[in-house]
């Protein structure tokens, strides 16, 4: 069996059977444009070439373990079961603006560890594959579509480091942005890294118009290689040298991932050498307010009060550095920032009907 996404491997199965491969269009319009996931709902296809795809393709190989929904409607997690029983998360997120964003894994665990992430503590177990990576957005539009919505924004924010899965990830990235198939807009993406820097500029050259959004969360090495190790192989210098090339190339500006822990990366100096670091820069900020999970309750970890986040944003502002204050969505049901950790408990959630 393979992958519904393989064209090469459609086109293979279609001349081995006899078939034109036009059919292959008509395969991409039922799946892509029509979301049937059905072979035998595909009507547009000959009876005969219905068993033959059934028999040989996958239009998912994920399945769905659970959901959880959180108390106000607006988030949806959902735990995912790879064929090998490893296990990823997505997070659906229903703004009240009405927009809806996808959250999606790249890997089954993470290598990063940094110390502020659930999913940090598990290691790496394995990179998610091309199929893999598209078949949470599969699930996840045929999931919005029981409700009527249409998915506008995917974000690699999920389990993993993207750019440490960079072939697959770049591959389904073509593949989602293709016009034959599902056409999502390249703006509309955004890959988070924690900072590869030798995979920031050849991201940018292959995807200028691609968000990029980089998990910073502290204004000097010694700051960021406490909470984030790959700082010590990748630091400061060497980071902002990637992407004020990657600026340049693109001439788009870079979204900063920052974390605001107590005690830990709020200090009031961090403010000022937040905002040397980025003055001038094409950047925009995100606090990200911490959220607890039980790793960080031993490290005794604890969000930033809302006056310190805003005096933050002050010195930036100062400085002419645009700034967001996150807004936590999902954090009841685990699937806030840095709490994804393939959670299966219910006590403190509040499953799918």
């Known amino acids: 069996m393979f992958s519904i996404h393989e064209d090469k491997a459609l086109l293979d199965l279609l001349a081995s059977i006899g078939e034109k491969p036009y059919r292959l269009k008509q395969i991409h319009q039922e799946f892509y444009k029509n979301l049937v996931l059905d072979f035998s709902e595909m009507t547009s296809l000959p009876a005969k070439l219905r068993e033959s795809l059934a028999s040989s393709v996958q239009t998912t190989d994920l399945t769905i373990d659970v959901t959880h929904r959180s108390e106000d409607g607006q988030t949806t997690k959902i735990l995912l079961k790879t064929h090998d029983d490893r296990r990823i998360e997505a997070v659906i997120m229903r703004h009240l603006s009405g927009r809806t964003t996808l959250c999606i894994s790249c890997q089954a665990g993470c290598p990063m560890a940094c110390s502020f992430c659930a999913t940090g503590t598990l ?9 893999e990576i598209l ?24 389990m993993g480091e993207p750019l440490t899965n960079y072939d697959n990830v770049c591959e389904a990235i073509r ?50 290689s406490d909470v984030m190790p790959v700082n010590k192989t990748y630091p400061l210098e060497v980071l ?14 870079v979204f900063y991932e920052y974390i605001m822990i107590a005690g830990v990366t709020d200090r009031l100096p961090y403010a000022d050498e937040l905002a040397t670091l980025l003055a001038g820069r094409m950047a925009h ?46 954090d009841d049901i685990a699937a806030a920032c840095g709490q994804l950790a393939r959670k299966h408990g219910t006590e403190d959630t509040k499953k799918d009907s």
């Open 123 to 131: 290691g790496l177990e394995r990179n998610l594959s091309v199929g």
């Open 135 to 158: 078949d949470q957005i599969t699930i996840a539009k045929t999931l919005l579509a029981k409700e009527q919505r249409e998915l506008r924004n995917i974000v690699f924010m999920g």
């Open 175 to 224: 593949i989602l942005s293709d016009q034959k198939k599902w056409d999502f807009s390249s703006r509309r993406i955004t890959v988070s890294t924690c900072g590869i820097a030798p995979k920031i500029v050849a991201f940018g050259r292959e995807f200028p118009q691609v968000s990029l959004a980089i998990s910073l969360h502290a204004p000097n090495d010694t700051a960021r």
């Open 240 to 253: 902002m040298a990637a992407l004020d090339e990657y600026v340049a190339i693109t001439n788009k500006r």
């Open 285 to 330: 900020v995100n606090f990200i307010p911490y959220n607890a999970w039980e790793g960080g309750a031993m490290r005794n970890y604890r969000p930033s009060s809302r006056v310190i986040i805003e005096r933050f944003q002050k010195k930036l502002e100062e400085k002419g550095v645009p700034s967001t204050i996150r807004h936590t969505m999902g």
